[in-house]
């Protein structure tokens, strides 16, 4: 059986989504929607809000990913430290590769900065 521990969260099966998709769009603004086959959780839906987030969060855990390695790597003696912009080139290979983006020729190699949606503190 499957169960939902978070609070907020809505279940839908496949076949309710289909009879209406507007609706479950409208329950995903608000909240976590959970979408079954067979009782089986098989995908979910989100708001844009909470979408913008996760984005956000894939892109940060996959810079982190490529830092932790190459720290080990020039920890270890194998590779001497790249400037930042070797860096954030590889960096941003590796999301565009993990999100099938590709970057056409010609393309500048690096993203502009995107605005954060977190504060510091104190600011």
Do not use: N
Not at 21 to 31: K, L, M, N, Q, Y
């Amino acid at each position: 059986m499957f169960v939902i521990k978070a609070p907020g969260a809505a279940v839908v099966t496949t076949s309710e989504a289909k009879r209406d998709i507007p609706g479950t769009f409208r329950v995903a603004e608000r909240h976590r929607v959970y979408v079954t086959k067979d009782g089986q959780p098989i995908g979910g839906m989100v708001s844009m809000s909470m979408m913008a987030i996760l984005e956000e969060t894939l892109a940060d855990r996959e810079t982190t990913e490529v830092a932790a390695s190459r720290l080990q790597s020039v920890r270890d003696g194998g590779d001497d430290l790249l400037d930042a912009d070797d860096f954030f080139s590889q960096a941003d290979a590796m999301v565009s590769r993990s999100a099938g983006v590709r970057v056409a020729k010609g393309a500048p190699k690096r993203a502009p900065k995107r605005a954060s949606t977190r504060t510091r503190k104190g600011a």
